[in-house]
């Protein structure tokens, strides 16, 4: 079973909101800083979160996202 597989599971955790093409970016910006995506993917979650507690809006323009 996949499952079993602890790298797969941990690979499906990180990808299971991001399409392919957004998942391969994470991988590729997570080598360009040697870490491991998953690490990568929180940094970047807890660092908009530090901006939208510091200047109260989300950075990059998130709110205007649909």
Do not use: C
């Amino acid at each position: 079973m996949a499952y079993d597989d602890k790298t797969h599971r941990h690979d499906h955790q990180v990808k299971t909101r991001l399409n392919d093409e957004a998942f391969e970016k994470l991988k590729v910006a997570a080598r360009s800083v040697s870490k491991q995506h998953s690490v990568l993917s929180r940094e970047i979650i807890e660092s908009a979160l530090d901006y939208w507690e510091q200047y109260g809006e989300l950075p990059f323009g998130l709110e205007k996202r649909a």
